[in-house]
């Protein structure tokens, strides 16, 4: 994963609440054995609406979706994720996210940005013509109008983020606890080995 | 003495093999479920860093989002293959995949093949006091076995098969008690769309929920799964419901359910996992039992319900702006006119299945409400699907596909089928579908189609009537 700093710029101005997984990437785009090009697929049905902020080409290539309450509920798909980043979407900011969505954003290098609902409002109504910066070294949300919004993240996936770990790698470092740990379940609930 | 704990948190500590500075945990998983869709890049990326499965043995496999529901098998015996070169090609990866990492496999055409949320429970592999994850946000169902069970991304899939742990931070609790005797025609369905229409599909979000009450120590375990479920549509990760002798009464003589002493010795911990008085939950909420109706949804969020006796509400009722959009929207997609009483409403197709309502019980059920009767000509499919090959096969022993079929319901092979629109079971655009899946979202049965969730003897009533039903009058009539 890349470390993640900052991302700035153009943001969709989308709004809605309960965004929901199929919504982000329709199932039948599932049917895939990579991660690549579900960028295609992305709000498909939005998509067919006339004069959606998708398609508008003052938001062309956007890295930020602005959203409403629950973004990404729904399935675990992280097909969701792939597809955001895949279109070029790297912070998505919302008043709430699925914890399954936000999850599986931060292991695509995707910032889930949790702002009140009065400050996405604002934020909503600048988008519309003007760039939007998220600063993750600060913690901070900017616009070009000296609105400065600072959020809270999970300290973990904001060092891992700032840092670009590779999660597995680190949990596999710890290999020595993770077997210590089967001993003593081996041990307390003999079962669990037994049945499987 | 120790401070009082829930069951949540007993499940929490116990699988805790480090606690980071910052909070997080390193939590031992001791059951992965794998399925096709959402696990072939979580084995290319095992691949491509030369990893194994840790755990092979934690681990089982099983096919379900994306086989087709009609015969697998010719005459001669031979596997008919799936048409649809994707899901073949997701197909394929699977059964590579599992031997190549010494993995379990139930395979498409064995007896045991079915939907992993129903296999699970039903193979004894599935059990109390464990932590269960799966590539699939119904994971949740689990928990009616009073498991820590919740749905993962393909990232932490391959980060379970690699290490067979996941990093997380707790998550806080929410009790829903629900207390006092169910009406006629109430099943577990019933309670849990009332539950999520009472929390909204965002008020669980960053919780567990804790299920307690008569209502639930009442409940056998297939009813404790279909509410587990749908914590998910809560926003709830997990739903849990105490393990007692329902649950041990279920799991004993299951097949990977442990054995001799094995097995007294489980049932002795699993007795200790009950919350204990005076523990703390973050978050309360009480329901009334005989507040709940056979309910059913009328939008496009799992949050959007009402009473059977209902009438399609008018966007301006909502206090919340952003949801009278939502409704709006909603009503539009669904072609639905605020004021209309939902038994009003027609419908062309049925769906009896899913992880949610795809179990023995359910389809008893929705049997005993199509008994005698047909569906109805405005009908154009009604399908049942039972959720595994074992299901399948009790409801034949008890003669259930016979009620179906001479109902004029088609009788399928199990899987996830028109839940998710990754198969040939779709319900076409502007189609409307009584279903008893967990999922009413734009386009979930496929696109354009417009969904109502229901219980299966709501859905079997609509059947039969041609239009959203109240199966009150007709268990009554009957």
């Not at chain 1, 934020?123 to 070009?144: K, N, Q, W, Y």
């Not at chain 2, 009402?306 to 929207?329: E, L, N, R, Y």
Request: aromatic fraction near 6%; proline fraction near 7%; include cysteine.
């Amino acid at each position: 994963m890349n470390p993640v700093h900052t991302v700035a710029g153009k943001a969709y101005p989308l709004g809605l609440k309960n965004v929901d997984t199929d919504v982000i990437i329709p199932a039948h785009y599932l049917k895939t054995i990579t991660r690549a090009g579900l960028g295609r697929g992305a709000f498909e049905t939005i998509r067919r609406e006339a004069g959606n902020v998708f398609d508008d080409p003052a938001f062309a290539s956007a890295p930020i979706i602005i959203a409403g309450d629950n973004f990404g509920c729904g399935s675990s798909r992280e097909h969701a994720a792939w597809a955001l980043a895949d279109m070029g979407v790297t912070a998505v900011i919302a008043p709430s996210f699925s914890d399954i969505f936000s999850g599986n954003a931060f292991k695509n290098g995707i910032l889930t940005v949790v702002l009140p609902q009065a400050q996405v409002d604002r934020l909503l109504e600048v988008a519309r013509t003007d760039p939007i910066t998220i600063d993750l070294d600060t913690c901070t949300v900017t616009t070009p109008f000296q609105d400065r919004f600072t959020f809270a993240i999970d300290p973990f996936r904001r060092d891992c983020l700032l840092n670009g770990q590779d999660e597995i790698g680190l949990t596999m470092a710890m290999g020595d606890a993770i077997a210590s740990y089967e001993r003593s379940m081996a041990a307390d609930r003999p079962w669990l080995s037994a049945a499987a | 003495m120790t401070k009082p704990r829930t069951l949540y948190e007993k499940i929490w500590d116990a699988h805790v093999v480090e606690r980071r500075p910052d909070g997080t945990c390193l939590i031992y998983i001791d059951r992965h479920l794998v399925h096709e869709v959402t696990s072939p890049q979580a084995f290319e990326g095992l691949r491509v860093a030369g990893r194994k499965v840790r755990r092979p043995d934690l681990t089982l496999a099983v096919p379900d989002h994306n086989l087709p529901t009609t015969a697998r098998v010719d005459a001669d015996g031979r596997r008919i293959p799936i048409a649809d070169v994707e899901s073949a090609q997701q197909l394929a990866a699977l059964e590579k995949n599992a031997p190549e990492f010494g993995i379990r496999y139930i395979d498409a055409v064995a007896p045991e093949q079915g939907i992993v949320h129903v296999v699970g429970p039903e193979q004894g592999f599935s059990l109390p006091g464990t932590t269960i994850v799966c590539g699939d946000s119904h994971t949740s169902a689990h928990g009616g076995m009073g498991a820590l069970a919740f749905g993962i991304g393909t990232s932490e899939v391959e980060h379970v098969l690699a290490t067979q742990t996941l990093l997380l931070s707790p998550s806080k609790t929410m009790e829903v008690r629900v207390e006092g005797k169910l009406g006629a025609g109430v099943g577990p369905k019933d309670v849990v769309l009332h539950i999520i229409g009472t929390i909204g599909a965002a008020g669980g979000t960053g919780y567990v929920i804790e299920y307690t009450g008569n209502v639930f120590r009442e409940m056998s375990v297939e009813g404790r799964l279909t509410v587990c479920n749908m914590s998910i549509e809560g926003g709830a990760r997990a739903g849990l419901i105490a393990p007692d002798e329902t649950t041990f009464a279920y799991l004993k003589d299951r097949p990977m359910s442990p054995v001799g002493p094995d097995w007294d010795k489980a049932v002795a911990w699993w007795r200790s996992l009950a919350t204990d008085p005076g523990a703390r939950y973050d978050k309360v909420v009480t329901i009334d039992a005989a507040d709940i109706a056979p309910c059913l949804t009328w939008g496009t969020s799992p949050e959007d319900v009402v009473p059977i006796t209902g009438v399609v509400p008018d966007p301006a009722s909502f206090a919340d702006p952003s949801k009278q959009v939502a409704a709006k929207k909603s009503l539009d997609y669904m072609g639905l006119t605020p004021g209309t009483r939902m038994q009003d409403v027609p419908v062309g197709y049925i769906f009896i299945g899913s992880c949610t309502n795809s179990r023995i019980e359910d389809l008893r059920a929705a049997a005993a409400v199509a008994k005698g009767r047909k569906v109805a000509p405005n009908v154009r499919q009604a399908l049942v699907v039972p959720g595994s090959g074992l299901v399948k096969r009790q409801a034949e022993d008890e003669g259930l596909d016979r009620v179906f079929i001479e109902a004029g319901f088609e009788w399928r092979e199990p899987g996830c089928s028109m839940c998710l629109a990754m198969n040939p079971d779709k319900v076409p655009a502007g189609e409307r579908c009584a279903s008893t899946s967990n999922r009413n979202f734009v386009g979930r049965q496929g696109p354009g189609a417009r969904t109502h969730l229901v219980s299966p003897a709501m859905a079997a009533a609509a059947a039969v009537t041609g239009h959203l039903a109240d199966v009150r009058e007709l268990v009554d009539a009957a």
